[in-house]
Structure formats: structure tokens, C-alpha cells
């Protein structure tokens, strides 16, 4: 097949998604919606900037991090002015699609690969995944937006989801019924011979945050959280990946007196966070929006008990108190609780880990996941 895809090339969830056809011996073509390192094997790499994705903000020269405070008047900016930019963007993508005369285009997220697709008057089919916050969080922000986010629906001739609650909005926004939809892993699923239970149980109370700094993640919950989990539990260790050097961190860590049980990590690789959710007892997601986090799937695979916003997308794969508990996100009280009765509870722990090892197996291993992949392509080729 020869395959182009529009994605932020920056990103591990793309990255994983698109190695697998280079691997398989596909043609593959990348229209980066953000100036990108390449991908070994690529036919080809453009970079087609929308929404001021050309003017991503620098990291941080001290921590190699983008200053997690210009997060959330950066998404107002693209919310209110990035739907603007679209029609001369779609423009230069159509002329790409034109050059490279794809078999199948596969836009990875709605805002703004999606967006940008659907102003691209592209002559061939069209897949569009849905990221986890899409229709929860971005299509209603602004009139611009939910008019882009159902252009983008009617555009799509099939649509991939991480889980079937974007299925269901879907078609709320604008998606015909009968056009063809798969759910399946976003990142195309977990490598489990790289994500995988340690070979003993975690006997220390280590708790781990992967998340980093996100608009919709509720990281003052988390730390409002862990002096109550202290009260009870002393010795426990609070881990939080990406977010090294940030001034709200480091003002939580300062403000709660914390800083002897909390460790701020830089942004680390992609696969040595699979060390990291092995050395952990517990992981914490405390999101407001989401559908199935890339993380939370890694961190079942490596045995952590997980601890979740409580969240309809989240549902699909925790059953509080069986496999996982499911919390308020904007309770620190609730989160506490549930993080101290994961730590306290080594049988619920054990019990969680080997369900979530099936979960895995069945339903979100990588190669088994991108298989059924390939079949979707093949029948949205077919028409």
C-alpha cells in the first residue's frame, strides 16, 4: 500500500502507529502537522503546519520542557484563532496528496490532522482517529471548532477510535452510520515483550503519575493528595514523569513540604518508561477528559494498579474495585483514599494485575491490535 499520513510527527503515539507499516513493507508518507525528526524507512516527510503548529513553543533550555503554565492560553489561542488557518492549509496538503497520489490517507486526531483533511478536497478514502479528548473537550471549546469537528465527520469515510464511547460521539458530530469504524489501541497497542510485569511483586509504596502536564489533567488533585496518602503511609514515593524543572511542580512540591517524597523525572524515552511502571506499586490518571490513555494500557501491562479519573472512556477497561479503582478527578480526599487502599491491599493488587494482563493480551497487544488494522484499511480501500 502507499499510505500518507497527517499526524504530529513529534509524537510517540504516531510514531508507534506509523513503524508498523514502514516495517511491513508499505510505502509510507508523513505530512507532520509540527517540524519533526524522520522516521527510518519513510518515503517521505513534509512538514504541513495548521492552527500555528509551525510556532510550537520552544522547550525549556533547563529541563527540556515546555513551561506547562503557557499550556492552556496556548490551547485557548488555537481553540478560537487555529480554524482560521485552515483552508490555506488544506491547500498545500491537497497539493502533497496530489504529488504523492496516495492509496489511503489516515489523519491521527481530529484537531487539527483531521481538520486539516477534511479542507484538503483529497480524492482518495480517508480514515480519521479520534485522540481521547477530541469531541470531550475540543469540538465544543468554540463555534469555529464544532463547525471544523462536523465537517471533519462528514469528510471521513471511516473513522478509528481508542474506545466505543467515540464511536458513539461520532456520530452525534456528524459521522454516517454506515460508514465503517474499528476500536482499537490509539498508538496501535502495547509491545508486551517490552511492556511486562517485573519478575517479583513491588514491595515499596512507589505511586507514579506518567501523565506530565496536561490541560485536562487535574495535577493539583495529585498533589494536594499526597500529604493525605503520607498521614498514612510515611515511606510513600510519588514519581511524575515530564515534569522536572516545572515551576508549578516545583511550587506544589515547596508549598506542601513534599519535596523528601517526590520525584520530578525529565521526559524520558519512550520505552525506559517501562522500567519505571515496573518499579511502581501504583499508577495515578487523574484526567477530566480522556479516552484510553496510552499510559494507563503500559502501566496495566507492566502489573501497576491503576487509579483513574472516573470517566465513561475509562469504564471500558477498569471495573472500580476489581481491576482498578476509579476516582473523582477533582477530589484529593477520594484520591488519597483509593491510593492508600491500593498500597495497603496486596491481595486487590494481585488480583488487578493478572486480570489486567489478560486485558492486554486480548484486547490492546500490538501486534494482534494492528492486524486487525490492516483488515479496517483493506475494507475502506474496498469501499
Known amino acids: 500500500m502507499r499510505l500518507l499520513f497527517v499526524a504530529d510527527g513529534r509524537s510517540p503515539t504516531a510514531r508507534n502507529w506509523i513503524q508498523y507499516w514502514i516495517e511491513h513493507g508499505d510505502e509510507v508518507h508523513l505530512a507532520s502537522t509540527f517540524p519533526c525528526d524522520s522516521i527510518q524507512g519513510l518515503a517521505g516527510l513534509e512538514v504541513v503546519s495548521a492552527a500555528f503548529s509551525g510556532r510550537a513553543a520552544a522547550p525549556s533550555p ?109 456520530r452525534q458530530w456528524g459521522l454516517d452510520p454506515s460508514k465503517p469504524t474499528l476500536v482499537s489501541p490509539g498508538n496501535g497497542g502495547v509491545h508486551v515483550d517490552v511492556f511486562f510485569p517485573p519478575a517479583s511483586p513491588v514491595e515499596e509504596p512507589v505511586i507514579f503519575n506518567p501523565r506530565g502536564f496536561r490541560a485536562y489533567v487535574r495535577n493539583d488533585t495529585f498533589f494536594r493528595a499526597i500529604p493525605l496518602v503520607l498521614k498514612e503511609i510515611p515511606t510513600a514515593r510519588f514519581i511524575c514523569a515530564g515534569m522536572a524543572g516545572q515551576p508549578e511542580a516545583l511550587n506544589w512540591v515547596k508549598t506542601l513540604d513534599i519535596g523528601k517524597n517526590v520525584e520530578l523525572l525529565d521526559p524520558r524515552p519512550h520505552l525506559e518508561m517501562a522500567e519505571i511502571y515496573r518499579g511502581a506499586q501504583v499508577l495515578v490518571s487523574p484526567s477530566i477528559h480522556d479516552g484510553t490513555p496510552n499510559t494507563l494500557l503500559e502501566g ?21 474495585g476489581v481491576n482498578g479503582l476509579l476516582v473523582d478527578p477533582g477530589d484529593p480526599h477520594a484520591l488519597a483514599v483509593a491510593i492508600v487502599k491500593a498500597v495497603k491491599n496486596k491481595d486487590l493488587r494481585f488480583q488487578a494485575a493478572g486480570q489486567n494482563r489478560t486485558i492486554i493480551a486480548e484486547r490492546a497487544e500490538y501486534a494482534r491490535s494492528m492486524a486487525r488494522v490492516e483488515e479496517f484499511y483493506l475494507k475502506v480501500m474496498r469501499g
Not at 116 to 127: F, K, Q, S, T, Y
Not at 300 to 320: K, Q
Open 300 to 320: 496495566m501491562a507492566c502489573g501497576c494498579f491503576p487509579i483513574a479519573g472516573d470517566l465513561e472512556s475509562i469504564r471500558e477497561w477498569i471495573t472500580d
Open 62 to 170: 533547563a529541563s527540556g520542557t515546555r513551561d506547562a503554565r503557557l499550556i492552556s492560553l496556548r490551547q485557548t489561542i488555537r481553540h478560537w484563532l487555529g480554524p482560521l488557518t485552515l483552508p490555506r492549509a488544506g491547500k498545500n496538503l491537497h497539493s502533497l496528496a496530489e504529488r504523492i497520489r496516495p492509496d489511503l490517507i489516515h489523519a491521527m486526531r481530529i484537531p487539527y490532522e483531521g481538520m486539516l483533511a477534511a479542507n484538503a478536497d483529497l480524492r482518495v478514502p480517508l480514515v480519521v482517529s479520534v485522540w481521547g479528548n477530541d469531541f470531550t473537550l475540543h469540538a465544543p471549546s468554540t463555534p469555529l471548532m464544532r463547525l471544523h469537528t462536523r465537517r471533519t465527520m462528514r469528510a471521513a469515510d471511516a473513522l478509528h477510535a481508542d474506545c466505543d464511547r467515540d464511536i458513539r460521539l461520532a
